[in-house]
């Protein structure tokens, strides 16, 4: 299974931004927001800022408060949690159920599957190609399949 992307091509690596992003970066991912429905409040921009870059990165609300709160910026883990929620519910990020309640959030929307190693706790991408699934269930009585994610568990030997 080596046609993963390389985790060069996706990184969990914090952009060197906030507090001194360009105004125009500002105002670009205000307008992101309100393209996506959302009211650009400052929080939710300088959020946008660190996780809205084009990069693919897959971040945990722990790990995103704490790079928050690094750049000099203060706020609290529910209103990071609360806002990835928001984005995802808007279609800026997908969340990735890796076990019972814990996910991860994935700025990559596009169609992908991962696999997940528990002792770096970390998402590696795989292309959607790479994945064949040959058969599925029917769904229930008025019920239609939306989606299918695969997220396969690794661990180094």
Do not use: W
């Amino acid at each position: 299974m080596s046609n993963a992307v390389p985790p060069d091509q996706t990184t969990n690596a914090p952009p060197a931004i906030l507090p001194t992003t360009m105004p125009a970066t500002m105002a670009a991912m205000a307008s992101k927001l309100r393209d996506a429905g959302l009211r650009p409040t400052r929080q939710r921009v300088a959020i946008a800022c660190l996780l809205l870059d084009g990069r693919h990165r897959h971040i945990t609300a722990e790990n995103l408060t704490a790079e928050i709160n690094a750049t000099g910026l203060h706020v609290a883990g529910g209103t990071v949690y609360n806002t990835l929620n928001q984005f995802t519910d808007a279609g800026l990020l997908r969340r990735v159920t890796v076990h019972n309640e814990y996910s991860l959030f994935d700025t990559n929307t596009e169609h992908h599957h991962h696999f997940y190693e528990a002792a770096h706790d970390r998402l590696i991408d795989i292309p959607a190609d790479q994945v064949l699934l040959s058969r599925l269930p029917q769904a229930p009585a008025d019920h239609d399949i939306t989606g299918v994610d695969v997220v396969i568990h690794i661990h180094k030997k």
